[in-house]
């Protein structure tokens, strides 16, 4: 197989390393293939591809979908990125607990987030291309979202020497409310 599949503490979170076939020309690698996933548990059906580029600093999130809840396979392209995940599934063991990532493109790691979390990264590289596939198409009606630094979620984010520079609408998240952020 191509892929090695890496659980993490949170049920469906999964870090992917494909395996990298180089030489002195360059390297060659799958990023995805339904057969390999469907087979390590993930049975997604990506419909949209995004992309961004971002600067040291920079952090997006934590967004989610209320009603039309993506799943996510998410990578650093160029650079580096703190990735993480908000487990917002009702009735899950792991309601309002989180996890994160290193994403590097020098490593080709991905990480698999699946429908029904809050999703961010903070790029920690001096500039860092993020790409992700989604299981659902973006609706921004439907956006959602939490506080980043929110004390009761507790991400412990890399110190990277800066203040995060976050968006006007990020910076107006609210915090985490266990009434209104429960997914599926």
């Known amino acids: 197989m191509p892929f090695t599949f890496q659980k993490l503490a949170i049920d469906g979170l999964m870090e992917i390393q494909p395996k990298v ?8 690698l799958e990023t ?94 001096e500039t860092a291309v993020f790409a992700y596939k989604c299981t659902d198409f973006y609706h921004p009606e439907d956006e959602g979202g939490l506080r980043w630094n929110d004390p009761s979620v507790g991400i412990r984010w890399p110190e990277i020497g800066m203040a995060p520079k976050l968006s006007a609408k990020d910076e107006a998240l609210p915090l985490f409310d266990p009434k209104e952020h429960c997914l599926g």
């Open 21 to 28: 076939f180089g030489d002195d020309r360059g390297y060659f």
């Open 32 to 125: 995805w293939s339904a057969r390999d996933f469907a087979e390590a548990g993930i049975n997604a059906s990506f419909v949209q591809d995004n992309q961004s580029k971002s600067v040291k600093g920079v952090l997006r999130g934590l967004h989610f979908q209320k009603t039309f809840v993506q799943g996510k396979l998410v990578r650093a392209m160029e650079g580096e990125v703190f990735d993480v995940a908000v487990d917002l599934r009702s009735g899950s063991p792991t309601y309002g607990k989180w996890a994160g990532v290193v994403l590097k493109a020098s490593e080709h790691n991905q990480f698999y987030v699946p429908p029904g979390f809050a999703h961010g990264f903070l790029v920690l590289s």
